[in-house]
């Protein structure tokens, strides 16, 4: 069943001309950890704050754990839905311990009750040693599973958390990513994340949601996404790719870096667009039947090198390589590469 349906849902800000979010539709599935990403300004947050009751839409309807919770001028205060939000600076009490900081969220219990539903979340999601510290003594991680904690013990439908991993430090991301990841799927919870990192996106998440200007481009696993994009956008959102034109023979495609051997070429009449990524075109020395191309800019990037090549014709785009380092070998601007495609697209063009 899914807990979240978002249908068409519409918001424009009274001071903005421009919508913020404009007829977005996806549903979220029971048990399933969603990441909604985009570039800052595509009305991540927006959506977010829509779905917890704190904006309400312009026009569309949402539906939370088979009730609706917005729709038309009728909307559910955010304390009536059952939502944990997890805010990017956490927002914890600093004079609360970590106990107490987790007893604040639920109200409707019994003293009695409060205590021991705070203490097994608590010991749920690693903290059972640290109840009776306070959150300046814990680092940001245990601060954040504290946040996590505080959002989970009142069992709401859904959690939303924004941005959880941007105040975090690159060696600690990792692990924090692999720890919420494992403490939501222990609770079995279905859970919204915003973040603008794809990594976070493509690692943490069952399925991506992408935002560009309020509008909803692709929602897929992170494979797909990555693999098989919706549009340009999409596309160039998860890495660079190559776009290259291709004239249809019955046994490849001729593009501006020469022929690409395709017996699903045959056939064809259109003029058509190759795309792969970078990772996907293998060097080879001395093959005169591959694609080739010069070396106009080498980026050293530690653990692989990414090589911009332009073709013979210089009114087309150059396209990007990437190449494992081998250390010792440098890769000279101006040298003549051939390179073969372990894997690419092809399609229509419009
Ligand atoms: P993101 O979280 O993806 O960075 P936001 O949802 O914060 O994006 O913003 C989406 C758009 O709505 C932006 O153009 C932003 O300037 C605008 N916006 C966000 N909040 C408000 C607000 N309270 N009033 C007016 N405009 C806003
Ligand atoms: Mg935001």
Known sequence: MAILVLDKISKKYSNSKDFAIREV????????ILALVGESGSGKTTLL????????????????AGLTVAKGS?????????????????????????LENVKFGLQKLSRSEKEKVAQETLELVGLKENIDKYPHELSGGQQQRVALARAL?????????????????????DQVREDIRQIIKRFGITAVFVTHDTKDALSTADRIAILHKGRLQQVDIPR?????????????????????PGRPTDDGFYTPFGFLQCEQAKGKDHKYHIRF?????????NS????????????????????????????????????????????????????????FHMEEEP
Not at 25 to 32: C, I, L
Not at 277 to 285: C, T, V
């Open 25 to 32: 539709s996806f549903e979220v599935p029971q048990g399933e």
């Open 49 to 64: 704050r829509l779905i917890a009751g704190l904006e309400h839409p312009d026009e569309g309807q949402i539906t939370l």
């Open 74 to 98: 009728m909307s559910i205060p955010a304390n009536k839905r059952k939502v944990g939000m997890v805010f990017q600076d956490y927002a914890l009490f600093p004079h609360l311990t970590v």
């Open 153 to 173: 013990a009142p069992r709401p439908d859904i959690i939303l958390l924004d941005e959880p991993f941007s105040n975090l430090d690159t060696l600690l991301k």
């Open 224 to 244: 797909i996404l990555y693999e098989i994009p919706a549009n340009g956008y999409v596309a160039n959102f998860f890495g660079k790719m190559n776009f290259m």
């Open 277 to 285: 990524r970078p990772e996907h075109a293998f060097i080879l020395d």
């Open 288 to 343: 005169p039947d591959h694609l080739q191309g010069q070396i106009e800019k080498v980026a050293y990037l530690g653990d692989h090198q990414l090589l911009r090549v332009r073709s013979m014709d210089p009114e087309e785009k150059p396209a990007y390589v990437y190449v494992k380092t081998i250390p010792g070998k440098f890769w000279k601007e101006g040298t003549v590469i051939q390179f073969g495609l372990s894997s």
